[in-house]
């Protein structure tokens, strides 16, 4: 058995891969190594390289097989995983995602320990049929039904496993990288932006982001000299994102910005005079946390998982009503914060959702759950008599992690 490997899977890939999952994996692996463990992710074939390498940041990384389609890849994935899981017989398993939780009866009945992290109620995404929607819940049910332990990214998620399931749950929320502010705007204004003069929102384009109410607002709010910046791409083709992309192509005060990363996503959001995020589902939105660690004034849609983050009732707006929407985006673009006061917002951010303390969080979960399955292997033994409580001494030793 590999004692000390933390087996993890549930999401597309890392790094630089779209997705609120993927940037939690991508921070939390590498610090969970930092921490002394031994982590080994899994990841699927359509979205990175045959030749990806063996090892990113100390994170042993495996390329497992999946079909590239919007329906099976998940589940064809999940399953792969689990399988690779009971020949590698790693410490624990840790699943990200309630749909790739689906495998979780079968990893316990083989005896591995299981840790599942819930990010969202997935089955109300708009995008999903019935079909799809009952998979997801299937996932849930019994992802947190039967996981050794369960983890949650927002308190409203926790409240839900308790009262759903009446299970116990951690609440350890998604983090963000707090960095110093790039000065440059060279790539903003590449994309035909001004600094300080366009609004900003990141996220896929599928329906529950919702940026065509965000468009529709900008347009209707008729905002001279100002651009409203839409980054993402699309996953896979959906009519969603089509209209979307039909609509903003009319109107040179809508930029489409495609995907973006490293130096163009920091100076998209340290020049952006405002971040929304009309979405009418969330988990805890890691652009949200982003956007909150450049200091950027936000609005939100008032969504549960937004308004753990933000309180002001000025700042939120009731999801889908596109005319209060467009009201406060006339409102917070003339209000402008200070130097000092976006200071205020990153320092706080960065204390309440820093991924050292995640990862460390998350650590100690692990330990709890491998040390209390040690001590109840521990007493089991001590049945066998004598002869077997003097070789019970040689497991009573801490975990070995």
């Not at 100390?58 to 890849?73: A, F, I, P, Q």
């Not at 929407?325 to 951010?349: D, F």
């Not at 491998?370 to 009573?396: E, F, H, I, N, V």
């Amino acid at each position: 058995m590999r004692r000390r490997e933390i087996y993890m899977f549930g999401f597309r890939g890392f790094p630089q891969i779209q997705g609120g999952i993927e940037t939690h994996a991508e921070n939390l692996a590498p610090r969970l190594v930092e921490l002394g463990r031994g982590v080994t992710v899994c990841m699927r074939s359509p979205y990175v390289a045959p030749n990806v390498p063996k090892v990113w940041k100390g994170v042993r990384v495996l390329r497992l097989w999946t079909l590239s389609n919007k329906y099976l890849e998940t589940l064809l994935h999940s399953v792969v995983c689990a399988l690779v899981a009971m020949v590698r017989r790693p410490a624990l398993v840790h699943i990200h995602g309630i749909g790739p939780a689906i495998v979780t009866p079968l990893l316990r009945a083989v005896g591995l320990r299981v840790v599942v992290t819930h990010h969202g109620e997935d089955y109300n995404r708009e995008k999903w049929g019935w079909a799809a929607r009952m998979v997801l819940r299937t996932g849930e049910a019994v992802g947190m039904r039967y996981a050794s332990k369960r983890i949650a990214v927002s308190r409203s998620i926790g409240e839900l496993i308790t009262s759903k399931y009446g299970k116990p749950c951690e609440v350890v929320p998604n983090g963000v990288v707090f960095s110093d502010l790039p000065q440059q705007s060279e790539q903003v204004v590449g994309l035909g932006l001004e600094p300080g003069r366009y609004i900003l929102t990141v996220g896929r384009l599928v329906p529950e982001k919702r940026q065509l109410d965000l468009l529709r607002a900008f347009l209707a709010a008729a905002m001279p000299g100002w651009k409203l910046a839409i980054v993402g791409k699309i996953d896979h083709q959906n009519e969603y994102a089509d209209q979307l992309v039909r609509e903003a192509a009319r109107h040179q005060n809508v930029v489409m910005a495609g995907f973006q990363t490293g130096d163009g996503l920091r100076q998209l959001y340290a020049h952006a005079a405002l971040f929304v995020l009309p979405s009418s589902h969330e988990g805890l939105p890691i652009v949200l946390l982003e956007a909150l660690s450049y200091g950027l004034p936000v609005l939100v849609s008032d969504i549960a998982p937004n308004l753990e983050v933000v309180g002001d009732p000025e700042h939120i707006f009731h999801v889908g009503d596109c005319e209060e929407l467009g009201a406060k985006l006339l409102v917070l673009t003339k209000t402008r914060l200070s130097a000092s006061e976006r200071e205020m917002v990153r320092r706080e951010s960065a204390l309440r959702y820093d991924w050292s303390d995640i990862a460390s969080r998350t650590s100690d979960i692990y330990d709890d759950l491998l040390g209390r399955t040690r001590q109840q292997d521990d007493l089991s033994r001590a049945s066998w008599g004598a002869s077997a409580r003097s070789q019970q001494s040689a497991y009573g030793r801490p975990a070995n992690h």
